[in-house]
Nanobody, 118 residues
């Protein structure tokens, strides 16, 4: 099962975008999903995550109050609503899933480019 991210694009600062991530083909069991991003010349960083027990969400400090992560009813899709975008949010955004309980993210999707112009 592969994850497919979509929804990226080129927007102006202050705009909003909604990223989506869904499995290609059949659904799969997972214990949580999340979003990461990687800007040019930088390491990949965690953005937001959601666990289905609770459910619980967690955010990087840099996006708190601006980004919202949510999941689909089937618990194998995840969304990232991004508001008040800043140029520093420019990056390739990746979705990921935890397919083993208590483990780290081990299933990754291809990235979707988000570019925020000033």
């Amino acid at each position: 099962v592969q994850l497919q991210a979509s929804g990226g694009g080129l927007v102006q600062a202050g705009s909003s975008l909604r990223l989506s991530c869904a499995p290609s083909g059949r659904s799969f069991v997972n214990y949580g999903m999340g979003w990461f991003r990687q800007a040019p010349g930088k390491e990949r960083e965690f953005v937001a995550g959601i666990t289905w027990s609770g459910p619980g969400t967690v955010y990087a400090d840099s996006v708190k109050g601006r980004f919202t992560i949510s999941g689909g009813n089937a618990r194998n899709t995840v969304y990232l609503q991004m508001s008040m975008l800043k140029p520093e949010d420019t990056a390739v955004y990746y979705c990921a899933a935890k397919t083993r309980f208590g483990a780290s993210y081990d299933r990754w999707g291809q990235g979707t480019q988000v570019t925020v112009s000033s």
